[in-house]
Structures are given as C-alpha cells and as structure tokens.
C-alpha cells in the first residue's frame, strides 16, 4: 500500500471502511435482505388477498407454500362485482391526478419566481412560504370546511383536490425553488442574451433541467394524496368517496370482509407502487441533486 492509499484510507468515514472492508459482494446480500424484508408486508397482502377468507381466519399467509391449493381469485371476482369500491379508484384518480399536476405546475412557476426573478417582497413571501411548511392540517380543517361550505364545495371532488394542492404548494415551492437557484446563472445570461424570454427560458431550461426534482416531488404529492384519508373522509362526498374511505367503509358496515378488504388494500397499494417504480430513475436522481458538487 502506498502513502497515497494510506492517506486516502485515513480519511475514509468508519462506515466506508468497514463497508470497503466487508466487500461488495456480502453488501449485496445485506441489501438485498433488507429489500426483502421490506417486500414482505407487501407479498403477505397479495397472497392473503388471494386465499379464501375461511382460510385466512384459520392460518397465515404463509401457508400457502406448503398448500398453493388455497389460492384463488374469487376475492378480486367480488372485487370487481363491488361497484362502490370500482367507484372509488375512479374517484381517487379523479382527486390525485389533479392535485398532482397542479402542485407540480405552480410550485415550479412560483419556484422558478423566487429562484430568479426580481419582486418587490420576494425574500419576506418566501420566508413566509417556509413558514406554512411547518402549519399542520389538522388546525386547518374546521376553517377550510366552513369556508367551502359557504361557496358550495364542500364534499365535493372539487374540494378535495383544492385541499390537497393549498398544502402541497409549500414544500413543492420551497424544494422547486432550492433547486432551480443550483442552476448556473451564466447559462440564463447566455439564454437572456439568445433573446430568450422568461416564460421561453423557464420551459426550455429550467424546466429540463429540473426534471429530476419535478419528478421527485411529483411522486410525494401522488403517494400523499392517494393515500390520504383524513382530508377525504371530511371532505369528500361520502356517497362517492376515494378508496380510503371506502376500505373503510366496508369494515363499518360488513365486520371483517376479507374478501373485499384484501384484493382493496392490494390495489389500492399496486397504483402507487407502479408510479413510483417508472419514475425511479427521476426520483433517485432528485433526491441524490445537490448532494455531490
């Protein structure tokens, strides 16, 4: 080993050396139990929502290795014969689609505002931007309930995506603004100086540029809201609520109906699952921006 290499090792964090130590090939088997570990819940709900709910009742999931004659389908057969719970995932996609977009498109105009363009207050409106990041929902509801109820959207559709997009916008603005500031300011002189105009320069720069955090923060607001429960059980229109509400609304009114229950929470959970798997790539590369100069 040379002084290099040895100066170098000197300057390693602990856990680089033991990582360097242990190898990459025993690395990849910790990761990959970990990864396991964490798959099971998911891989206990698709085979328990595929068992027959006398046999749920009786054993765990993971009987079926030893007896896959338990799988069967009919749990998703009653699923699909269930018209409130079909209703739902429309309903849902018809909330987080909209809430989704809207974020994303005015968290990045309002954050390439704050990043680069000159306003009377800019400082004082982002601080207070930061400042409703830390105001919880919860304070919010009886207010925003009172005051969609006075202009009729109250559980409404409409309401719901509106909630969702007033408490989406502050972090989306914040991290939207956080990064389009990393862009090099000599690459918006040279575009300025091509006769490039803001509204030309924000969708033909800044916007690819920025794909990898877009993606990223348009993946959190999906997750949220789809799986978002609170604001749609007091919001939303109770005889056509989202697939929350409505799981839970088949545990009030049929005790423990398994065979809704199980294939529900499995598709329920397969959709956000499927967003965040395509735009993995984007994700890791929004999360990892900034983290290496």
């Given at each position: 080993?040379?002084?290099?290499d ?14 360097a ?14 990864g396991l ?18 046999e749920?009742?009786?054993s765990?999931?993971?009987k ?6 338990q799988?069967?389908f ?6 699909l ?10 309903t ?16 990045a ?9 000159d306003?009377p207050?800019r400082d004082?409106w982002f601080?207070i ?6 105001v919880?929902?919860q304070v919010a509801?009886?207010?925003v ?13 409409t ?9 989406g916008?502050p ?7 956080n990064?389009?500031?990393?862009i ?7 575009a ?18 920025g ?15 789809w ?7 007091i ?6 609520p989202?697939?929350t ?8 009114q ?15 959970m397969?959709?956000?699952l499927?967003?965040?798997?395509a735009f ?10 900034g983290?290496?100069?």
């Amino acid at each position: 080993m040379t002084s290099a290499d040895t100066v170098v090792q000197a300057k390693q964090s602990p856990v680089a050396r033991i990582a360097a130590s242990v190898g990459g090939g025993a690395l990849r088997v910790v990761l990959i139990l970990v990864g396991l570990l964490w798959l099971m819940p998911t891989a206990g709900l698709l085979l328990s929502s595929l068992r027959d709910p006398s046999e749920v009742d009786l054993s765990g999931w993971w009987k079926v290795f030893t007896d896959p004659g338990q799988l069967t389908f009919s749990g998703y057969d009653n699923l699909l014969g269930n018209q409130q719970i079909t209703d739902s995932l429309w309903t849902t996609l018809a909330i987080t689609v909209p809430a989704t977009l809207l974020v994303v498109v005015i968290g990045a105009l309002a954050g390439y505002a704050f990043a680069w363009m000159d306003f009377p207050g800019r400082d004082v409106w982002f601080l207070i931007v930061v400042g409703l990041l830390v105001v919880p929902i919860q304070v919010a509801l009886i207010p925003v309930a009172k005051l969609f109820g006075e202009i009729g959207i109250f559980q409404t559709t409409t309401g719901v995506v509106l909630f969702h997009t007033a408490f989406g916008l502050p972090f989306a603005i914040f991290l939207l603004r956080n990064f389009f500031a990393e862009i090099p300011r000599e690459l918006l002189e040279a575009a300025r100086l091509d006769g490039a105009g803001e509204l030309r320069l924000f969708l033909r720069v800044v916007m690819p540029l920025g794909g990898p955090a877009i993606a990223s923060l348009g993946i959190f607001q999906f997750l949220w809201v789809w799986n978002d429960m609170l604001v749609a059980l007091i919001f939303a229109d109770s005889g056509n609520p989202p697939i929350t509400v409505a799981l839970q609304q088949q545990v009030r009114q049929f005790g423990n109906n398994i065979d809704i229950l199980g294939p529900g929470a499995f598709v329920s959970m397969l959709i956000p699952l499927a967003v965040f798997f395509a735009f993995q790539r984007q994700f890791v590369a929004g999360v990892m921006a900034g983290a290496v100069k």
